[in-house]
Each structure stands twice: as structure tokens, then as C-alpha cells.
């Protein structure tokens, strides 16, 4: 069926976006008991919503569960459908005897782990989500949008245009992420990450009028960067990841990790010579930055890791990360 007639004629649920101009319709049916699902082949289906009828979607997956809501949602000219499940699975246990790693989130790599190699390239996750035409087209597309009368047409065709561009890239970074995750949380029991506030690490450096603010080109520059990689999105694939193998995620306090040096634990700003290059001013360990990001994050989140419980028992303590306990992190999981 049309779903975009339909919406129009009984009236839907708006989410708004970053753009003040563009409503991305999304809706949701919380009553799971009312909704049929009929499957037509190995990869269709069709699901029968309240005053909308029947819709017909592409099962991608089988349910295996007992659909408890489900979500409509647009993203430029496609209709998504999403169910909630519930699943007889019980939580899985951690073990001990399975690994340990520790993720660093930068915006050279979106992440690396703290048993990565630079030399083979193991253990660094990235991907370009925007190729060099799709660059070049959406360079031309802003400069029409810039000459295109507001409340016209050709406006409306331009901004749709840059929508199906961005809309690819966002579907490649959902895809890099679950991915990466689905790589990070098998045959591990815990993974470390930072505790990140990305929302406030990207706001905007301009400042007002009575206080300008300073290096704002390049605070612009460093929160695209950061964007980009889809820091917050990668933790969150990691969390969904994680409810299918047990793993435990933890987020530690990332203060000093990026300062610290892994073998004698001296904390000196001068040691990160650059985004890559990692030199102790003490003992002389060269490594590359990122690598030694990920090994002190995970001694952090390692020494306090003995002292969680089970899930349901329940939270253990968690371990700072300042210069004196950060050592003191680090010693007890070398003892």
C-alpha cells in the first residue's frame, strides 16, 4: 500500500531531525497482540497494522519471537518496518576464561583494539562511508542549494538529492558499526571503552557575540571528524552486540589514557608527539598512540573487573582512572 497516502489521510507521529526543515515520519504500534504477520515467500511477508490494513515488507531475518511493537519509519523516499521481539533466550553468562580487549575511539581509526598490530593492520577498524564521486557530487549539490530560491522546487529536488547521498553514507556507518561490534564482542568477556560524551565534545566552538570563540575552523574540522566515525553508534552496536554473547561492556573514566605510558606507567602529555606517535619521555617506549590508548584503557577497566558480580547479583566498584589510581589500577592486575 501507499504508505505516504496513508500517513497523510490518518495523520502520524514526526520526529524532527538536526535540519529544522526536514520531518522524518516514524511510527510506532505498542500493542503487539494486535498485529498479524503473514509470511508470502522466503523473503517477503506482510503485516496487518491498525487503521493503515495490510503491508507487505521484505523479512530480512525471521522473527523468532513473539512481536511485542513494531516501528514504521522513513528515511528519504523508503519505509523501514522494525519489530521488538521477545525472545525465549535466556541471558548468557560470562566466563572468565574467555578474553579481554580494550577499544580506542579516535578519529584516524574508528576504533582500535588494545592487541592490535600497525605493522598487519589487525586489530584497527576503519572505513571510508563516502566515496571520492559521491564527495565531489555532494560539493555540487551544495553550491545549487546555495543559489536555489528558498520555497522552491528546485530547492525541494536539490535537498532530496544531498538526503539520498547522506542516507547512503548513514547506512554504511549502521553496517561498519554492527559489524565491527559483531568482531569485538566474539570470543571476548569484556570490552573496555572510554566514556565519551560525544554530545559535548562536538558542540560548537563559535561562541556568541559579546564572547567569540577561538579556533573555530578547526573545532569545526575535529566535530565532522568525530561525527564521522559514529563514536556513539559504535558503542551502542557493541551493547546490542553484547546481549548474544554475554560479553560485558565496560566505559571507563578516559583521563590520562591517552598520557600514560603502558610498561612504566609514567602520565606525561609530552609523550603523545602526535595523533599516531606515542614516545615515553621516561623510559623511551615508542608505540603507536592509538594502540596505547586501548592498553591503558583496558588495565583500567581489567583491575576492576574482578570485582563485579554476576548479572542479577549485583554492580561491583568502579575503577578510576587518575594518575595514582590508575597505577594502582594497573598493579593489581599485574599481581
Given at each position: 500500500?501507499?504508505?505516504?497516502?496513508?500517513c497523510r489521510v490518518h495523520g502520524t507521529w514526526a520526529v524532527r531531525w538536526k535540519s529544522k526543515a526536514s520531518w522524518q515520519p516514524s511510527m510506532r504500534f505498542p500493542e503487539g497482540r494486535n498485529l498479524r504477520v503473514q509470511q508470502l515467500?522466503?523473503?517477503?511477508?506482510?503485516?496487518?497494522?491498525?487503521?493503515?490494513?495490510?503491508?507487505?515488507?521484505?523479512?530480512?531475518?525471521?522473527?523468532?519471537?513473539?512481536?511485542?511493537?513494531?516501528?514504521?519509519?522513513?528515511?528519504?523516499?523508503?519505509?523501514?518496518?522494525?519489530f521488538l521481539v521477545d525472545t525465549p533466550e535466556k541471558e548468557r553468562t560470562?566466563?572468565?576464561?574467555?578474553?579481554?580487549?580494550?577499544?580506542?575511539?579516535?578519529?584516524?581509526?574508528?576504533?582500535?583494539?588494545?592487541?592490535?598490530?600497525?605493522?598487519?593492520?589487525r586489530g584497527f577498524f576503519d572505513r571510508c562511508f563516502m566515496s571520492p564521486g559521491e564527495t565531489e557530487r555532494y560539493v555540487r549539490l551544495q553550491r545549487r542549494l546555495a543559489r536555489a530560491a528558498k520555497g522552491s522546487r528546485r530547492r525541494a529536488r536539490v535537498k532530496a538529492a544531498m538526503a539520498a547521498i547522506?542516507?547512503?553514507?548513514?547506512?554504511?556507518?549502521?553496517?561498519?558499526?554492527?559489524?565491527?561490534?559483531?568482531?569485538?564482542?566474539?570470543?571476548?568477556?569484556?570490552?573496555?571503552i572510554e566514556d565519551l560524551n560525544t554530545r559535548g565534545m562536538t558542540a560548537s566552538a563559535k561562541g556568541t557575540v559579546e564572547q567569540p570563540g577561538?579556533?573555530?575552523?578547526?573545532?569545526?574540522?575535529?566535530?565532522?571528524?568525530?561525527?564521522?566515525?559514529?563514536?556513539?553508534?559504535?558503542?551502542?552496536?557493541?551493547?546490542?552486540?553484547?546481549?548474544?554473547?554475554?560479553?560485558?561492556?565496560?566505559k571507563i573514566n578516559p583521563a590520562y589514557t591517552s598520557q600514560t605510558c603502558p610498561v612504566c606507567k609514567r602520565v606525561d602529555a609530552?609523550?603523545?608527539?602526535?595523533?599516531?606517535?606515542?614516545?615515553?619521555?621516561?623510559?623511551?617506549?615508542?608505540?603507536h598512540a592509538d594502540v596505547v590508548g586501548a592498553k591503558n584503557t583496558l588495565a583500567a577497566g581489567h583491575g576492576g573487573y574482578r570485582t563485579w558480580s554476576p548479572p542479577g547479583v549485583g554492580r561491583g566498584r568502579e575503577a578510576s582512572t587518575g594518575p595514582s589510581a590508575f597505577r594502582r589500577a594497573t598493579a593489581s592486575v599485574d599481581g
Open positions: 500500500m501507499d504508505l505516504d497516502k496513508a515467500s522466503r523473503k517477503w511477508a506482510r503485516v496487518k497494522l491498525p487503521k493503515l490494513g495490510w503491508v507487505r515488507f521484505r523479512l530480512s531475518r525471521a522473527l523468532g519471537g513473539v512481536v511485542r511493537s513494531l516501528t514504521l519509519r522513513r528515511e528519504g523516499r523508503h519505509w523501514y518496518v522494525s560470562v566466563s572468565l576464561d574467555r578474553g579481554r580487549v580494550g577499544v580506542d575511539r579516535g578519529v584516524k581509526a574508528a576504533a582500535v583494539t588494545s592487541d592490535a598490530d600497525p605493522a598487519s593492520g547522506k542516507g547512503r553514507v548513514a547506512r554504511r556507518r549502521r553496517d561498519f558499526q554492527a559489524q565491527t561490534a559483531r568482531a569485538l564482542v566474539n570470543g571476548n568477556a569484556l570490552v573496555v577561538r579556533m573555530v575552523s578547526q573545532k569545526s574540522g575535529l566535530n565532522r571528524a568525530i561525527l564521522d566515525k559514529g563514536w556513539y553508534g559504535l558503542e551502542t552496536a557493541l551493547r546490542s552486540a553484547a546481549r548474544t554473547t554475554g560479553t560485558r561492556i565496560r609530552a609523550s603523545r608527539k602526535s595523533q599516531a606517535e606515542f614516545v615515553c619521555t621516561a623510559c623511551s617506549h615508542a608505540e
